[in-house]
C-alpha cells in the first residue's frame, strides 16, 4: 500500500525532462553577468573611494547635523 503511494508520487518527477539551451544574447533584456555587473556605479575609477566616503558622509551627517542644530536652537 505505501510502495504504491510512493511510486505515485515519484513516477511524475521521474518522466519530467531538463532540457536547457543556450542563452540568447541577442535578447534586448540579457544584461551582463559577473561581478560588480550589478551596481549602478563603477568601482574602479581612480577617486571611487573618496567620492563614497563623501557620499556616506554627507548623508549620515546631514540628518544629524539638523538634529544638533535644531537641539540648540531657541
Known amino acids: ?4 503511494a510512493i ?3 515519484v ?5 519530467r525532462t ?4 543556450r542563452s ?3 535578447s534586448p533584456f ?3 553577468e ?3 555587473s550589478n551596481l549602478p556605479f563603477n568601482t574602479q575609477t581612480r577617486f571611487f573611494a573618496v567620492r563614497y566616503w563623501l557620499f556616506m558622509a554627507t548623508g549620515f551627517g546631514v540628518p544629524i ?3 544638533v542644530w535644531q537641539t540648540y536652537k531657541n
Open 1 to 4: 500500500m505505501y510502495s504504491r
Open 7 to 9: 511510486t505515485r508520487a
Open 11 to 15: 513516477a511524475p518527477a521521474a518522466r
Open 18 to 21: 531538463f532540457t536547457t539551451t
Open 24 to 26: 540568447q544574447m541577442a
Open 30 to 32: 540579457h544584461y551582463p
Open 34 to 36: 559577473g561581478p560588480r
Open 65 to 67: 547635523g539638523m538634529a
